[in-house]
């Protein structure tokens, strides 16, 4: 069996589309363009490598309903099971949108 490698990165992205997510009851699958990624103090960084691409990640739908294609968010968010997911409990300051510009 293979050990998870804890780890987070913080991400700064713009929504390309949302929906669903087809495997995770009450999450949103989000199609982002990855603006910034950077390391975590403490956690292993598997997501930077997505900076300057396109990414989806899975995000808690109440965090994201309604928001439109062109929405800058901040997250933080792991790679698990091959997929992205943000954290579904983030900090205080450790999830914000910006509404398009």
């Known amino acids: 069996m293979v050990q998870a490698i804890e780890n987070l990165t913080a991400l700064t992205t ?9 495997r995770l009851a009450g999450w949103d699958r989000l199609v982002v363009d990855v603006l910034d990624a950077r390391p975590v103090p403490g956690y292993a960084d598997l997501l930077s490598r997505y900076a300057g691409g396109r990414l989806e990640v899975a995000v808690p739908a109440e965090r994201v ?11 933080r968010a792991k790679l698990a099971g091959g997929r992205a997911l943000a954290e579904r409990r983030p900090p205080p ?9």
């Open 14 to 22: 713009r929504l390309v589309s949302s929906g669903p997510d087809p």
């Open 65 to 75: 309903a309604g928001l439109p294609p062109g929405t800058v968010l901040r997250l």
């Open 93 to 101: 300051g450790m999830f914000a949108t910006e509404p398009p510009s």
